[in-house]
Nanobody, 124 residues
Framework: QVQLVESGGGLVQAGGSLRLSCAAS????????MGWFRQAPGKEREFVGA????????YYKDSVKGRFTISRDNAKNTVYLQMNSLKPEDTAVYYC?????????????????WGQGTQVTVSS
């Protein structure tokens, strides 16, 4: 399994931006679809978006479309989540996850490896 470490979280005002990074260990990073999830207090972990193993396809939760962008650099074993126009409702712990499935999934149980998460807090 791949080991994942997120970074880049923090406190930002509404309307601001943050870029999260997820660094992966191992030589097979380019064979994983990568996803971003988030979990707010008292809520279930939810899908934010995902990117295919070569980066050719991306998928997003409706509420973040047009504001969030996922990208990856397979040479650096890193996936990114650029978050713009942040809203207080985006406040959550953000997790990156890796999937070995053929198809990109939106469910938590479709991902094999998880990072420890990074806190994003958006103040109003």
């Amino acid at each position: 399994q791949v080991q994942l470490v997120e970074s880049g979280g923090g406190l930002v005002q509404a309307g601001g931006s943050l870029r999260l990074s997820c660094a992966a260990s191992g030589r097979t990073f380019s064979s994983y679809h990568m996803g971003w999830f988030r979990q707010a207090p008292g809520k279930e972990r939810e899908f934010v978006g995902a990117i295919s193993w070569r980066g050719g396809s991306t998928y997003y939760k409706d509420s973040v479309k047009g504001r969030f962008t996922i990208s990856r650099d397979n040479a650096k074993n890193t996936v990114y989540l650029q978050m713009n126009s942040l809203k207080p409702e985006d406040t959550a712990v953000y997790y990156c996850a890796a999937s070995t499935r053929w198809n990109i999934g939106e469910k938590v149980n479709e991902y094999n490896s998880w990072g420890q998460g990074t806190q994003v807090t958006v103040s109003s």
